[in-house]
């Protein structure tokens, strides 16, 4: 994903978090509707024994017209008269109001009492029983009869448990608090001391309201959806960036071979730039590379010994050999003597071809004295060397060896060494001579 399509995407989120927040406000309440409803069971309990002229009774069931006559000769401690409302015939089978945050009750009453008692019983296996209706946990309000005759609407957190009845069931302080996910009943009770005569109670609307879901509950699920959204967003980016690191991986490892590969080509043309494809043997080119380089070194350095000793070798009648026993020979012969003096010269020292059947070593470090020594030990190792074992050919070589004087460049050292070269050959070949310290003309 580039910076511009994660930004319309970031803009697009913000547009429908600010939508979804305004929109909760807008949201239908989910309600459930207890009277008029004819699905649940209605009664009226009393405290009185009196079956045939119950203190509690319909004077209008059509209107839900309802009275609670008190007794005027009544001499007990306690009257109870209310209507209740069941809402399954099972006590353990409720209705979960757990989800509503108020109730729209419209009541109308004439009478003397001041209030009267809103309460509904919640069933929880913990401490009720279902063969004893009593033990489901008791909740209520007062309502005073002077706010009846309009709809007034009660939050359920306004309902408290009854003392009586947590110390009548010896409920444990983590049971006491209220519970609405299983309630069993609902009912509206006259409670206010003795008040003889005739209270008349009128239900035109109980209903409980809630959102389908709490603002809590929305904004927690944008939060939740704001959370998802980073999460696949923060997975999306890794995986971006590991198959990207992989791509980079692969492209560098590419890199890597291609460069190796050309370095490969490099040193392989660096090497037929200056290696003689015969013998092995630097060519011309490498050794003016390596002289160069000898000569750098010794203008870094300011050293006083000489800078290199330089040996010529030409190898003694080859034209004979090539005339007589064919280039196929030739070369055989020129291929040993360069394996011979690879093997007789020191790790530090350089072999070339010049040309033809003329071979140059540079010996850096080195003075003259040395070089016409190891001249000679190379002398004897090609002339003690049998050639052509099946035709057996005996093979020497002459030898011309020179030293690189002060402020003297390689042409003049190379011109006294190829002097002394037919000098050598001048005294009758398969012999060494050393170099004059200055060319005579």
Not at 37 to 60: C, G, H, L, M, Q
Not at 78 to 84: D, G, L, M, Q, T
Not at 388 to 404: Q, R
Request: proline share 3%; with cysteine; net charge negative.
């Amino acid at each position: 994903m580039n910076d511009k399509h994660f930004s319309s995407v970031l803009l697009l989120a913000i547009f429908v978090t600010v939508i979804a927040v305004i929109a909760q406000k807008f949201f239908p309440d989910k309600r459930l509707t207890v009277w008029p409803n004819t699905n649940y069971i209605n009664y009226f309990y009393t405290s009185s024994t009196d079956k045939e002229n119950p203190p509690a009774y319909w004077v209008d069931q059509s209107r839900g017209l309802w009275r609670c006559a008190y007794p005027v000769d009544d001499n007990s401690e306690y009257f109870a008269c209310s209507f209740n409302i069941l809402f399954a015939e099972k006590l353990n089978r409720g209705i979960d109001l757990s989800g509503y945050s108020y109730m729209n009750i419209k009541l109308n009453y004439s009478g003397s009492a001041k209030k009267v008692r809103i309460f509904f019983r919640n069933f929880n296996p913990a401490y009720s029983t279902v063969e004893d209706t009593n033990s489901t946990k008791f909740h209520s309000m007062m309502l005073y009869t002077s706010d009846l005759g309009r709809e007034v609407s009660i939050n359920l957190d306004e309902f408290i448990v009854g003392d009586w009845w947590l110390g009548q069931y010896d409920i444990p302080r983590h049971l006491s608090r209220p519970e609405m996910d299983n309630v069993s009943s609902f009912g509206i009770d006259y409670v206010e001391g003795k008040q003889p005569g005739n209270h008349d109670i009128e239900i035109e609307k109980i209903e409980f309201v809630g959102g389908w879901i709490s603002a809590e509950n929305w904004y927690l699920l944008i939060l939740g959806c704001w959370m998802l959204g980073i999460f696949i967003f923060a997975i999306t980016r890794l995986i971006q960036l590991l198959r990207q690191t992989q791509y980079d991986v692969q492209i560098i490892n590419q890199l890597n071979n291609t460069n190796e590969q050309l370095q490969q080509e490099k040193d392989k043309f660096r090497r037929l730039s200056t290696v003689d494809p015969l013998t092995q043997a630097y060519n011309r080119f490498g050794i003016d590379q390596i002289v160069s380089m000898i000569c750098s070194k010794e203008k870094q350095q300011n050293q006083d010994a000489p800078v290199f000793a330089l040996i010529i070798i030409d190898i003694d009648h080859f034209k004979r050999i090539n005339d007589r026993r064919g280039h196929d020979t030739g070369d055989r012969v020129l291929q040993m003597i360069s394996t011979i003096i690879a093997k007789g010269i020191r790790p530090q020292d350089f072999l070339g071809r010049w040309g033809g059947e003329e071979f140059i070593v540079i010996l850096p470090d080195t003075r003259k004295e040395f070089a016409i020594a190891l001249a000679e030990k190379l002398r004897f190792m090609i002339a003690d060397t049998e050639f052509e074992p099946d035709n057996p050919l005996a093979v020497t070589a002459s030898f011309g060896v020179s030293d690189k004087r002060e402020e003297e460049d390689f042409a003049t050292t190379f011109k006294r060494a190829d002097i002394a070269l037919y000098a050598a050959k001048a005294q009758g070949r398969n012999c060494s001579v050393i170099a004059e310290d200055e060319l005579t003309n």
